[in-house]
């Protein structure tokens, strides 16, 4: 037997095993389509590694579920396949430090939760478990990632969990922007001086949470000018966050993942075909960089890069295409060019008024 048999071989044992802990982890179990999906074999394949698990496992047998898809899950105790060893341990352990880092210390109940179960199921090689994990985390870590980072309250995150989960609406006091920009005018044409704008009570169909270098939340404002608009509210500027007794229907149509994917970054405006080209001497980075979810990446003859995505947020866009300096340009659209033009022209016209040191 060859290599290549081999491989097939072990490829074949580790799905087997990998499609046992599946029908564990999931209530309704799977259908020979999610196997055959799953492990992109054919549905002759598929009811085999059936069979397989089933012959292995008497606790697996057919589901009784309201679909007429047939479906095979565990019944009764389950078996305990996992074996976790230090790294993962360490790995998990490593996932907090990064939670810290980015501001996510609600992450870290549930993580330490999953760690000390892990160390439960090791119960016997526990010590040893322990002293390896120790001998890890003390040649691994991470560098804290400078920047602009707010602290968001748990208690702001557990009620908006709890509204989400219980479709109820949520009010709050919003301060979409800390100050007047010096260029806004009133009604009468007059330049508005620069201050703190006030706050404003909005109510909320809460639909999630986007986890970046600032967190938002995600959901339809009843406010009469934006009524039926999804839009994002930065949680470190919410205050005096209430759950309502008003119950919502949420929009089936709505998908948060889909609604992240289809902006660069957390602005959302028109979407656009985006075409850019960059230079051969970066093209290494551009090949293994990632954009977009929608990207397109092709590599020209003479060493050139072209890549190109559809999407909104062309502020975010521009701001990304900024740090490549002087290797990329917008060949499309036209009006996002000639929007980076006049950006360009802004920064140096301000960087002008800093010339000398008294200014």
């Known amino acids: 037997m060859d290599d290549m048999d081999n491989d097939l071989r072990y490829e074949r044992i580790l799905n087997i095993i990998d499609l046992i802990m599946t029908m564990q982890s999931k209530t309704y179990g799977v259908s020979l389509k999610d196997i055959e ?34 479906r095979w899950g565990f019944k009764g105790k389950p078996v305990n396949l996992y074996n976790f060893s230090a790294d993962d ?28 179960s892990i160390k439960g199921t090791n119960n016997p090689n526990l010590t040893s478990l322990e002293n390896d994990i120790e001998i890890l985390l003390e040649s691994e870590g991470y560098a804290v990632r400078q920047g602009a980072r707010f602290k968001v309250d748990n208690q702001v995150l557990s009620k908006i969990r709890e509204a989400i989960k219980s479709m109820k609406k949520l009010e709050f006091s919003y301060q979409a922007k800390e100050y007047y920009d010096l260029e806004e005018k009133n009604l009468a ?70 609604w992240a994917d289809s902006s660069f970054g957390i602005f959302h405006d028109e979407k656009m075909q985006v075409k850019l080209k960059f230079k051969k001497e970066i093209a290494d980075d551009v090949l293994r960089y990632n954009f977009h979810p929608t990207q ?59 010339q000398t040191p008294e200014e």
């Open 37 to 70: 999906s799953t492990y992109n074999v054919s549905r002759r394949t598929a009811q085999r590694m059936k069979d397989i698990v089933i012959s292995l496992f008497p606790q697996v047998t057919e589901l009784q579920t309201t679909g007429k898809v047939k």
């Open 89 to 116: 341990v360490t790995d998990l352990e490593s996932v907090k430090e990064l939670c810290r880092i980015n501001n996510l210390d609600d992450k870290l109940p549930v993580l330490n939760r999953v760690i000390e």
């Open 189 to 258: 044409g007059f330049r508005i001086q620069k201050g703190l704008k006030p706050k404003k009570t909005v109510v909320v169909e809460p639909y999630g949470i986007l986890y970046g270098e600032r967190h938002y939340l995600v959901g339809k404002s009843d406010d009469k000018k934006n009524e039926g608009k999804v839009k994002q509210y930065l949680l470190h500027r919410i205050s005096d966050l209430k759950i309502l007794d008003d119950y919502f229907d949420p929009d089936s149509s709505f998908d948060l993942r889909e």
């Open 296 to 354: 397109k990446v092709e590599q020209l003859k003479n060493g050139a890069v072209i890549v190109s995505f559809t999407s909104s947020g062309a502020k975010s866009i521009l701001w990304n295409i900024f740090k490549w300096g002087t290797n990329v340009g917008i060949l499309a659209p036209k009006g996002l060019r000639e929007r980076y033009v006049e950006m360009l022209k802004i920064v140096a016209n301000i960087n002008l008024k800093y």
